[in-house]
């Protein structure tokens, strides 16, 4: 049986039970206790390492950034978090307490998102459809149009995504901005604690990037989690209320994004280190501090 999100060493549900809802598994949640802590993850492909020994704590009402060179390892680890792979080695603590996420419907139980780059939409489905795809509501044996286009238009308002001009458009009529909006919008309405974003401005406008990055401040405002993984520091730097280095697989530095500039990242994504960073080498204390040699 697998093991839908459960904490580790917790007993499975009972056969012909029900799978826990959205957003499960964090009852009594410690206000001080990071949403999601990585620690120790590994995962290895045969003799590649795409992942070393890595310790990251992503809080709620946060926007954390996950930042590296291509090949960094940024990839590797979302999807371990996803459930699209399972690690090699270490802990995944949800709330605080150890998990096993084993597949994408085991991270959605328990109320992770992913928002991938290509987003998975529909382009030849309206956006209430792409909202309740998969999560469709019965009335009587027919699907319920009222109730599924009403929470749709609310999810969309609460966000305060404005620019769309019917729900019942295609959505692919719709802007690059608005294609995110949709697919983050759909996150939240199914109760997602934690909203991870694969470069979430990549090929965007001016005006679309500004929608987007308004979106994910506000998702933090609201108490989610957030993830962006991004190559365009200007919109990390804008957003970021944490920041976390990637370098050759393994995390060498993380903190509060104003320890960070500009600089300073780019040479701990090209270098593994920086001089730049906060008092002294910092960057190299935290490679220390994750077990990781200079």
């Not at 012909?16 to 206790?33: I, K, N, R």
């Not at 939240?188 to 001016?206: F, Q, S, W």
Request: charge should be neutral.
């Amino acid at each position: 049986m697998v093991n839908h999100g459960t904490p580790d060493g917790a007993p499975p549900a009972a056969a012909g039970g029900a799978p826990p809802g959205p957003g499960s598994g964090q009852p009594g949640a410690d206000p001080g206790v990071p949403l999601l802590q990585l620690r120790g993850l590994g995962k290895s492909f045969g003799p590649v390492h795409a992942l070393t020994n890595v310790d990251l704590d992503v809080p709620a009402g946060q926007v954390t950034a996950l930042v590296g060179d291509n090949g960094a390892g940024k990839t590797t680890l979302i999807k371990c978090v996803a459930g699209i792979w399972e690690p090699s080695a270490g802990r995944i603590l949800w709330n605080g307490r150890p998990v096993h996420i084993r597949s994408p419907r085991d991270a959605s139980a328990l109320g992770i998102a992913t928002v991938y780059q290509d987003l998975a939409l529909c382009d030849n489905l309206d956006i209430v459809q792409n909202m309740m795809l998969g999560h469709e509501r019965l009335s009587y044996g027919l699907l319920d149009e009222i109730s599924m286009e009403q929470t749709a238009k609310q999810t969309l308002a609460d966000l305060a995504v404005t620019t769309v001009r019917s729900v019942r458009q295609t959505v692919g009529s719709l802007s690059g901005g608005q294609r995110q909006s949709v697919a983050v919008a759909k996150a939240v309405m199914l109760e997602a604690r934690l909203v991870i974003m694969d470069e979430p401005t990549a090929a965007l406008g001016v005006s679309q990037t500004e929608l987007v990055l308004t979106l994910i401040t506000r998702l933090a405002s609201r108490g989610h989690g957030v993830m962006v993984i991004s190559h365009n520091l200007n919109d990390v730097f804008r957003v970021a209320d944490r920041i976390a280095v990637l370098y050759l697989g393994q995390l060498v530095a993380q903190g509060p994004a104003s320890e960070f500039d500009p600089q300073s990242v780019v040479e701990i994504m090209t270098t593994g280190r920086s001089s730049r960073r906060g008092n002294g080498n910092q960057a190299a204390a935290s490679r220390g501090s994750n077990g990781l040699e200079g």
